[in-house]
């Protein structure tokens, strides 16, 4: 410091800041919080996802059901109709068997911090990206989507759930301080979320990517383990994501036994949402699905998520922005062949703007094309995962017609001349619906784009509310005021203005449903919590300073009614109006204290 001091501040100026500089790198690097990296690993891709793959036998009529043999699921790509092998359930006796397991592991993983939990989420998040199109290329092999909608759909959300849960999941469920109020001043309140043990997931077809490791990022960084139950319609691709979620546990050195996959039809599902081992469910199905599992789930009272569908509406305002609402509502409608839970299923349009929003809808509908992007360059729709629901959009779309509807293209099954044995749909506008057609109250999860016309904010409101479901919306409108105030006013779970489902992009926000859309949220700090008992917690401020029973209310009671009056003026010492009424009740409980 002398020879600092006897430089000229010229000369000094330079070896200051490179001292303060210095001190400032040494703080940064020793003081902030350190982290565990991702760890990075390989995962040998299914030989089935790679695009020209043909050496599935074909089947003539794809069913996942092997006639004779009801342990067995026959897999097939819906887009070509070729076997993808088959794959065996699980036993009833393998369930109980892998729940138990799952136990063992999760005891050690609930002393996990959250830095170690998100060091797994990490290295799962660059697994994905590093491998986004052996990803995409699976899901679209075992549900028949496109590139693009499975990387928007199973992907992209993936890596936003992540990456949501890596920087604020602790801040999620660390302990919350609560104000224990005037009586007990000398506690700390507070409430711990603490993992429930293990939980399931009972999920749907429609992503199968997404769906199935969304509740596993969700039960592994909230402590729990997982028993996942996929439908059997993507039973194909279940394995390889069981393996990508284990092995990513493993690197990070954890038991891979937290996570369970299992296999199988309805009597599985029935069996896991029974099950006394299971202390959460989560269910992502159809309304008449969720009430089974509701009803299986209750013999053990064990708490469900219910995430049950919709008919979600997008209200088209005249004053809309055209240019941005058209293409965001066909995005709404056609993603993923329409199998989504919060797909646009009715478009209202201001009456001002109907005709030209119909004839702009009619001219881009009938340049989709249908195919596999496993084989095909071109394609905008992919296959649908279930056929035998063909019947029902026919008759859907006959009703509609036949009450006054008109089918301006589509309607009808579609025989595609390259896969003749695929599942497709024609890209459907049914237009001049109303409200007492039955498409407007049922769910279809295909590719129909219902517009129906409306007059006022009133008109619309009612027309909308003629459905019992309740899950997302869509308001588009030049004035912000009344596209708030619609979207607001609508009985559904989730809004958003001039925009279709992006709220799930925003993973800090809840997702669910009012109505037969079902109950409980995922996604968000109240996803996380919903994995969790949320313990009350109190405990003394000072360790001198401990809850006292004065004599006169101590068992066994000398006088009741001495008793009774002294806790009469606690009351009203505690909680009077005004500071005199306290000061006189605190007199009377010191003369009756004598």
């Not at 996990?112 to 986004?132: D, G, I, P, S």
């Not at 194909?236 to 299992?262: I, K, T």
């Amino acid at each position: 410091m002398d020879c600092i001091l006897k430089l000229s501040s010229h000369e000094a100026f330079p070896i200051v800041v490179a001292v303060v500089a210095g001190t400032v790198v040494l703080y940064v690097l020793f003081s902030r919080k350190r982290t565990l990296a991702a760890i990075p690993f390989e995962l040998k891709p299914l030989p089935e996802s790679s695009p020209g793959w043909r050496s599935g036998k074909q089947l003539s009529s794809p069913s996942i059901i092997v006639p004779g043999q009801p342990d067995l699921i026959q897999c097939f790509d819906p887009a070509t109709g070729r076997s993808l092998g088959q794959v065996a359930c699980t036993t009833f006796e393998g369930l109980t068997e892998r729940i138990q397991r799952a136990r063992k592991a999760q005891k050690q993983w609930a002393k996990t911090t959250f830095e170690q939990r998100r060091q797994v989420m990490r290295t799962l998040n660059e697994f994905v990206l590093a491998h986004q199109r052996e990803i995409c290329q699976t899901a679209c092999r075992d549900s028949g989507k496109t590139l693009v909608d499975a990387t928007l759909g199973e992907v992209l959300v993936t890596c936003a759930k992540l990456q949501w849960t890596i920087k604020n999941g602790e801040e999620a469920l660390k302990d919350s301080s609560r104000d224990p109020g005037f009586m007990m001043m000398y506690k700390k309140a507070k409430v711990i979320y603490q993992p429930r043990g293990v939980v399931a997931a009972l999920v749907s077809w429609n992503y199968p990517f997404h769906n199935t490791i969304g509740p596993v990022i969700s039960a592994l960084f909230s402590g729990n383990a997982i028993v996942v139950k996929a439908s059997e319609h993507v039973a194909w691709s279940m394995g390889y994501w069981e393996q990508l979620v284990r092995r990513a546990l493993n690197v990070c050195g954890h038991d891979p036994e937290l996570v369970q996959f299992v296999t199988g039809f309805g009597d599985l599902g029935n069996a896991l949402s029974s099950s006394p081992l299971i202390d959460h469910i989560t269910f992502i199905g159809s309304p008449e699905v969720g009430k089974l599992v509701m009803k299986a789930a209750s013999a053990n009272l064990t708490p469900v998520t219910l995430e049950l569908g919709g008919k979600d509406c997008a209200i088209v305002f005249s004053d809309a922005d055209m240019g941005q609402c058209m293409p965001v509502l066909m995005r709404g409608v056609f993603q993923n062949a329409s199998q989504n839970c919060i797909g646009i299923e009715r478009i209202l349009v201001q009456q001002q703007a109907y005709g030209a929003f119909v004839e702009e809808m009619l001219l881009r509908i009938k340049k989709l094309r249908l195919g596999s992007i496993l084989e095909d360059s071109e394609v905008d729709c992919g296959a649908m995962v279930m056929a035998n629901t063909f019947d029902r959009l026919e008759a859907l779309v006959q009703d509609a017609v036949a009450k006054g509807a008109r089918c301006l293209t589509g309607g009808k099954r579609y025989d595609h001349p390259k896969y003749p044995h695929g599942q497709y749909f024609q890209p459907t506008l049914l237009v001049d619906v109303t409200p007492d057609m039955d498409i407007t109250r049922n769910e279809t999860f295909g590719p129909i784009m219902v517009v129906m016309k409306f007059k006022d904010e009133a008109d619309a409101m009612e027309i909308v509310h003629s459905s019992p479901y309740g899950l997302g919306s869509s308001v588009f409108s030049g004035d912000k005021a009344r596209g708030r105030r619609v979207a607001l006013n609508l009985r559904a779970g989730m809004a958003n203005v001039n925009d279709f489902a992006v709220n799930y992009m925003c993973q800090s926000l809840p997702f669910g449903g009012v109505g037969i859309s079902g109950f409980g949220r995922f996604a968000g700090p109240e996803g996380l919590r919903a994995l969790c008992v949320e313990k009350a917690f109190t405990e003394d401020k000072l360790p001198f300073v401990k809850t006292p029973i004065p004599p006169i209310v101590d068992y066994p009671i000398q006088d009741t009614e001495k008793g009774y009056k002294f806790t009469q003026q606690i009351v009203a010492f505690a909680y009077s109006d005004t500071w005199w009424e306290s000061i006189m009740a605190g007199l009377r409980l010191g003369k009756l204290s004598m």
